[in-house]
């Protein structure tokens, strides 16, 4: 098997050919098995610095599957990895093993006793799904970590996952029951508490063998074993001393399980796991404390949390600097400032009676007050400003990662925890550490336990392995003088192993070894973690090692604002370009993603709709970047973006541009693709559909007169199957009908009132020719608003076109030429103050989006501060200077609205609420959905039909077919409508219909 370029060769039984074991596999399983070189690429990282590349990926159907693939793996002498959602931060789940990846469908609950409060899962499960499950019924799993959209229960499992509010819960430890178990040579074993394991049993025997162990270096246990309640390092042999300070179970009886948990799946192959439960608190209130230093904040956690709150969480200066510039994340965290705080702390209470959580908080505002810092406190007692705080509080990793240029905050030393009375010190001289080195590191997370997460700024391509080690020891130093834990969370994976000895002592380091061939005698289980573990710098393993690099490429947009450098110690950033050779810009946009699988989540927004239906690596926003990486750094093939690997990563991508919002690191695979696909066009050229799609503005003044054709073609099925099988459509699609130019209708002014001045209807090639009551309609409104509508219609050319339709086929060329036609046409309008107006989001968004990376420079900016979506221009007027038109109710009572993809991407749904709010009488519920699957051509395309329709199944067509046909649909997108005409049989329509119907 070919490795990629920068990994070691592999060693022994694993140097066979793959193929024996790859099809014995294959054969036997139920589920997906895959030894392709992209395949196994995607899952050679998780959220770490490192990359290995493993021998395989599995994914068990069913938990036959995942007993089968361990017994395989045995015979051939093959290691084993277990993975859940890949979202481990110091490469727990990469390496040289055939990965087993139980997230796609061992996620199921098994039982549920509501008066016991527990729950028996699959390892797959995610943490936010089992919440949802468990809401209903009053219950939660409460160790919420920040990665509880797209964490498994198994890896929190094998990690000893924390969370938040620990310091009231407890770690992953203290909430495990029971977990079941295959063990190297295949045993099926249930451990639990040991006083009720069956004598003789299996589990029984390893109980006893453990304690002689564990009893054998007791007293080195008891001085080594850091005393907080944040450690997680190494196996848990402590579970069996009764003077543990910090009991696993609340009446300090031994549990078999605990030793498994934090385990890393070295010891065994999670099955089921029964989790202990607690009730949900029915009342929540938030504290936001601002701090004008931020040794403050730490001095001063110790004596906020005699309170007794339920978390006590900060964020430093350079974190809300982040979220500030982040557009989702900006006006949630100015609502938690007071001034420009070096940190803020998020004090939570939490129970079951409001008035108790309400004195509380008041208490702590008099604490403050008694410290020094009468008013620092921002109280929100309210649900909804809580839950969009904690939303930035949990993105805290990513947003740290969103900062552009090689440099990036490494995870190696992020996880120390210390006694809180030590806290400030520690902190204070870490930062003397890190100025010492040059760089500088971001404090955020856990306060109240004492464990912040801070990652050193470094470049892991030039001189950063160096300082790591250095900054690591200096930090190892420090740790041990405050009596501490160097592993306080995220568990020990490459990034923290070898530091289990220097931790433990070389005595409880060989309890270790003994306990690890106590249940894998032969070492298969997820080796190299936990004992016997590579140096933490072995570039070897590094995703991105001094070795890297980035295959020569001329993109077709202008990625140089991604080449940029940064200095380390002042976070100010080189001039775009200077970096480098500013082609590298596309690369480290791509290398932005930093593998946390924020994509993975189900629960809200538009991310990532391909893998919502697939619950395939591949067809996520974190497979797709890693393959283009892989690509673009020459460890797939020579082809680079025009290569098969690519194009089968991104076929499912609809370029909804969810990404380009909730990636909190701003991946925008949608401008990836266009990339790609206009690479490969240069390669392989264009197919007639391509053409087709492409080159629609330009034959759609013909197609108008066409309509008649297209009716009879639709009324002879055998004739228009014979035409769209030619053409590669499905044939369950209606063709799309062009029936008018608006353009070039003889305009009448409905109203003479140009009080509000002129502004440019930008009527894009869809509301021109196939919809133009949308854009009648736009103008009569904004000439009852007191607007002078012009369109945009040059003197003897064609109508204007923002040229998507060229991007999404691969055109790019065309596509610029496109835009520059329009940018020359709009630009007189900007510079005497017209505001440009569009209908179609995909297309007017395009003004504000693409024309940015075509390299026109600051037209292009001024182009875009210009442009607004029909809706926004209309509530930004009416901001300015209510509207003083008369708006009638309709005739039905409830309307639903439907966002478009580029709409939610760019925060722009909230003004088509505003709009229809304004029509009396009018109930407006917006539709929670994904991408409805239309996506331009893509809901058209054959190959591409079905997997249309189920991303519209996943919530918007139940939404309307609940409906019962009473509402209003409304939808600004044409691929919106289309859809939503083919899988309902109902129409919806443009907002822009709706006011003026109001209008009367």
């Not at 705080?341 to 209470?349: C, D, H, R, S, Y």
């Not at 520690?426 to 890190?434: D, G, H, M, R, S």
């Not at 759609?700 to 009324?715: I, S």
């Not at 020359?824 to 505001?835: C, K, N, W």
């Amino acid at each position: 098997m070919t490795s990629l370029t920068h990994k070691p060769p592999r060693q022994g039984a694993n140097n066979a050919p793959a193929s024996e074991f790859s099809l014995r596999l294959e054969r036997e399983l139920a589920g997906r098995v895959h030894f392709d070189q992209a395949t196994r690429g995607r899952y050679a990282t998780d959220a770490s610095i490192y990359q290995i590349t493993p021998v395989g990926v599995v994914i068990p159907r069913h938990q036959e599957d995942l007993r089968l693939a361990l017994d395989i793996a045995r015979d051939a002498k093959v290691p084993v990895l277990a993975r859940g959602g890949g979202t481990s931060q110091c490469g727990q789940t990469v390496g040289d093993a055939l990965v087993l990846d139980t997230s796609r469908w061992l996620n199921q609950v098994v039982e549920f006793d509501v008066e016991a409060q527990t729950v028996v899962v699959e390892p797959g499960i995610v943490l936010d799904h089992l919440n949802a499950w468990l809401k209903p019924h009053g219950l939660w799993f409460p160790v919420d970590v920040s990665t509880s959209a797209q964490c498994t229960i198994g890896g929190m499992a094998g990690n000893n996952s924390c969370g938040s509010r620990s310091i009231y819960y407890g770690n992953m430890v203290h909430n495990v029951l029971e977990l079941e178990a295959i063990l190297a040579d295949g045993v099926e074993a249930r451990f639990g508490f040991v006083d009720r394991l069956a004598e003789g049993s299996r589990e029984w025997q390893l109980a006893q063998q453990v304690r002689a162990i564990a009893e054998g270096v007791a007293p080195e246990i008891r001085a080594h074993y850091p005393k907080v309640l944040r450690r997680v390092g190494g196996y848990n042999l402590d579970l069996f001393d009764c003077q543990n300070p910090l009991p696993y179970d609340a009446a300090g009886r031994p549990n078999l399980a605990h030793l498994l948990i934090g385990s890393e799946g070295t010891l065994g192959v999670s099955q089921r796991i029964t989790l202990k439960l607690s009730p949900l608190p029915e009342q929540k209130v938030l504290g936001v404390v601002n701090f004008p230093t931020f040794y403050q904040a730490m001095d001063l956690t110790q004596h906020i949390v005699t309170l007794g709150p339920m978390a006590v969480e900060l964020v430093d200066r350079t974190m809300i600097e982040l979220a500030l510039d982040n557009p989702a994340f900006r006006p949630v965290i100015e609502k938690a400032l007071i001034g420009r705080p070096e940190a803020i702390l998020l004090v939570e209470f939490a129970g079951q009676d409001r008035t108790a959580q309400l004195a509380a908080l008041a208490e702590l505002n008099t604490l403050m007050a008694d410290l020094g810092l009468p008013g620092s406190v921002v109280d929100m007692p309210e649900a909804g400003e809580q839950k969009a705080l904690w939303n930035v509080r949990k993105a805290g990793l990513n947003i740290m990662m969103s900062m552009k240029g090689d440099g990036k905050p490494v995870s190696f030393i992020e996880d120390c925890a210390v006694p809180l009375e030590h806290l400030a010190e520690y902190t204070a001289k870490l930062t003397e550490v890190f100025n010492h080195y040059g760089t500088e590191g971001t404090w955020y997370a856990h306060a109240g336990v004492g464990t912040l997460h801070v990652r050193p700024i470094l470049d892991m391509r030039r001189d950063g392995a160096a300082k790591m080690r250095e900054i690591a020891e200096k930090a190892s130093a420090l740790v041990r003088e405050y009596k501490g834990a160097y592993s306080g969370e995220h568990g020990d994976g490459l990034c923290r192993g070898e530091w289990v000895p220097w931790q433990f002592g070389e005595a409880v380091n060989d309890a270790f070894r003994q306990v690890k061939r106590l249940f894998d005698p032969a070492g298969l289980l997820n080796p190299g973690k936990i004992v016997d573990t590579p140096k933490m710098d072995d570039e070897r393993y590094f995703r991105f090692p001094t070795s890297y690099q980035r295959i020569p490429i001329t993109p077709v947009f202008d990625w140089s604002n991604w080449n940029v450098e940064r200095d380390p110690l002042t976070g100010a950033q080189t001039p775009p370009g200077s970096g480098g050779d500013v082609t590298h810009g596309l690369a480290m946009a791509v290398e932005m993603c930093n593998n946390n699988g924020h994509c993975r989540k189900f629960d809200a927004g538009t991310m990532c709709p391909s893998y919502r239906i697939t619950r395939d690596e591949q067809h996520l926003t974190r497979g797709r970047a890693n393959t283009l990486r892989l690509a673009l750094s020459g460890q797939l093939d020579d082809t680079g973006l025009a290569s098969d690997d690519i194009k089968a990563a991104l076929d499912l991508c609809v370029s909804c541009k969810g990404c380009r919002r909730e990636c909190p690191t701003g991946v925008d695979m949608a401008k990836f693709k266009i990339e790609a696909r206009a690479a490969r066009a240069r390669v392989k050229g264009l197919s007639l559909r391509d053409r087709m799609v492409g080159e629609m503005p330009r034959y759609a003044p013909f197609a108008r007169h066409l309509g008649a054709l297209v009716d009879g073609l639709e009324k002879l099925p055998p004739l228009s199957r014979v035409l769209k099988k030619a053409l590669k459509l499905a044939p369950e699609r209606s063709l799309p009908r062009f029936t008018g130019h608006f353009l070039a209708e003889r305009q009448s002014t409905s109203h003479q009132d140009t009080s509000r001045g002129e502004v440019l209807l930008f009527v894009d090639t869809f509301n021109n020719y196939m919809e133009a009551d949308n854009a009648r309609a736009a103008k009569r409104v904004l000439e009852a608003a007191g607007f002078r509508v012009v369109l945009n219609r040059p003197e003897g050319e064609r109508p204007l076109c923002c040229g998507r339709t060229y991007l999404s086929s691969g055109q790019f060329d065309k596509a610029r030429a496109e835009a520059e036609r329009s940018l020359h046409y709009l630009m007189p309008f900007v510079e005497r103050g017209v505001a440009i107006v569009g209908l179609e989001p995909s297309c007017l968004l395009s003004l504000r989006d693409e024309f940015l990376q075509y390299g026109f420079g600051e037209q292009a900016k001024r182009l875009a501060e210009s442009a607004y979506l029909f809706e926004e221009f209309l509530v930004a007027e009416h901001q300015r200077a209510p509207f003083t038109w008369q708006l009638n109710p309709l005739t039905v009572s409830r309307a639903l609205l439907h966002g478009h993809c580029h709409q939610k991407a760019f925060d722009a749904v909230k003004p088509v609420e505003t709009v229809l709010g304004w029509i009396p009488e009018l109930d407006v519920s917006l539709i929670d959905s994904s991408c409805c699957g239309m996506a331009g051509s893509f809901g058209y395309e054959a190959e591409h039909y079905d997997a249309s329709i189920q991303m519209a199944e996943l919530s918007l067509l139940p939404a309307i077919r609940a409906d019962n046909g009473q509402a209003l649909l409304v939808a600004d997108g044409t691929s919106c409508r289309h859809q939503i005409k083919d899988g309902s049989g109902r129409e919806a329509i443009h907002v822009a219909r709706v006011l003026a119907e109001a209008l009367g």
